[in-house]
């Protein structure tokens, strides 16, 4: 995030103030499933908004990637953790891009 016209005990501006947008959506969906599931997602990694990254209890993330169609994404990957037969599995499953998620069991 870059910020604009920083000052000691001033507001803060965003460059990009649709980021918060982006941060907020994230935020109200993950709180929406760690209310319900057993398997949490307790970290997000979240560096750049081209490589977007939720990691879960048990040794598995998910690959976002960019904030492009995030909803779509984020629906794939909670989809896939509320999977029974995926339950306790550790790798990473990759819905950054169009198509069929990409699941990887270590």
Sequence with gaps: MEFKNLELGGKIELKNPER???INNLCNTIYEYNKNEKR???TVGLNNFVDIKLYCDGDLYINIGTE???NEKLT???N???NEQLQGIKGYVDVSFDGNP???RN
């Design 76 to 78: 794939k990957a909670i």
């Design 20 to 22: 918060i947008s982006t």
């Design 102 to 104: 990409v699941i990887y």
């Design 80 to 82: 896939i953790l509320k």
């Design 68 to 70: 492009e169609n995030l």
């Design 40 to 42: 949490k997602i307790n």
